[in-house]
């Protein structure tokens, strides 16, 4: 499978075990599965592993994920002193999009001419084939939001949050790795 695939679905399983971390994220994301798809509990005497997994500073990860607004903290009942993670299930259905949408573009048949009432954009004038494949969704994002499902079905925060991110800011997820 090609390469940017690979990417995407190692970025899926990286979300996975982030919002996991005070369940079993910790392991999953450091140790993967077994065959039986368990999470596998120790490196298996992969000491680089095992050193991320026992050096990592977890509550940062975690920390981002709460200030994302991806995971809320949420008291117990009132006589219970602890606190418990629950997934803000739009914030997250967001992401989830993000991820699988963010480099679509890169194939070629795909890109996009600019149409006539959208010129100019972003440099490109009417009829320019978008050539770079952050415009170009870029360009898909903010003129025909109907054409991608997964973006046509968030709530309207969501589609501001996935925009910003993808076009106004031009976000490179290549930076977050």
Known sequence: LGDEYQRTIGAFFAIYWMMRIHIDGKAGFTHGVN???????????DAKRQNFRSQARWVYFQKLLVDAGLLETRRGSPLSCKSRYV???????????????HDIMKMSPLLPRVQKRHSPFRGYEE??????????????????????PSF?????????????TQSTLSFNHGWFV
């Open 35 to 45: 065959d039986h798809w368990a999470v596998e509990k120790s490196a298996g005497g």
């Open 87 to 101: 997934v803000n299930e739009m914030r997250f259905a967001a992401l989830l999009a993000l991820t699988a949408m």
């Open 127 to 148: 009829g320019d084939t978008i050539g770079d494949h952050d415009h170009a969704l870029g360009y898909l994002l903010e003129c025909h939001p109907d054409l991608l």
């Open 152 to 164: 046509r079905g968030l709530g309207a925060e969501q589609r501001r949050a996935v925009l910003f």
